[in-house]
Nanobody
Framework: QVQLVESGGGLVQAGGSLTLSCAAS????????MGWFRQAPGKEREFVAA????????DYADSVKGRFTIFKNNAKNTTYLQMNSLKPEDTAVYYC??????????????????WGQGTQVTVSS
């Protein structure tokens, strides 16, 4: 079992930065791939970024490539999403998730079992 708790959301001006954290509990954290997703009002949840259990590979949505960075610290059981050059269209509730692989997170996250409660990110223009 893995339990996930996000933090770090808030209100920021366009062009600003935020770092989200996802703290995990559970013995198997280091063996899971971790991902970040977001859901804006009236829109479907969308994939943002994911990282392999070892941290050796990452994947990003085209809309955030070059602006967002996902990384994890297995010793602290925490995954991070560094968000730079934020845009108003990045406004959403951000969720972290855990699954067996980056591919599962990206392609079949409707079947992912482990989710955090979400943290709100609002980017003002």
């Amino acid at each position: 079992q893995v339990q996930l708790v996000e933090s770090g959301g808030g209100l920021v001006q366009a062009g600003g930065s935020l770092t989200l954290s996802c703290a995990a509990s559970g013995r198997a954290f280091s063996s899971y791939a971790m991902g970040w997703f977001r859901q804006a009002p009236g829109k479907e949840r969308e994939f943002v970024a994911a990282i392999r259990w070892s941290g050796s590979s990452t994947d990003y949505a085209d809309s955030v490539k070059g602006r967002f960075t996902i990384f994890k610290n297995n010793a602290k059981n925490t995954t991070y999403l560094q968000m730079n050059s934020l845009k108003p269209e990045d406004t959403a509730v951000y969720y972290c998730a855990a699954d067996l692989s980056v591919d599962y997170l990206k392609r079949r996250h409707d079947r992912t079992n482990y989710w955090g409660q979400g943290t709100q990110v609002t980017v003002s223009s």
